[in-house]
């Protein structure tokens, strides 16, 4: 009979994480606000507004563009140029824009 070793197991160290993997299931929902078309057309006071709200205790919050919110600028295919500029890579690490 021949002598047949067995392939040695590799066993991975278990995962280590910074906090309990089932605290994550506390972190809380994104909030979500849909200014009107008055606020959406002054982000400024808009953001001032959202945190005298309270939504800065977030950090992170999702505003969603009201329905008839058009931008100025558009890409159209009839008019297929935009415009570019040079810039210089080596200036923008000089702060130079």
Known sequence: ???ITK???IIEPA???LRDPKSYLEILELPVYEP???EFKQP???IKKLCDLGYDKYGCI???T???WNPDFAFTRQDKKLTTRKQNLRDLTKGKV
Request: hydrophobic residues 35%.
């Open 44 to 46: 400024l006071l808009l």
């Open 7 to 9: 392939p040695k197991q």
């Open 15 to 17: 995962p280590t994480f």
């Open 66 to 68: 009201p329905k008839s």
């Open 36 to 38: 009107t078309n008055e």
């Open 1 to 3: 009979m021949e002598n």
């Open 62 to 64: 999702k505003i969603v």
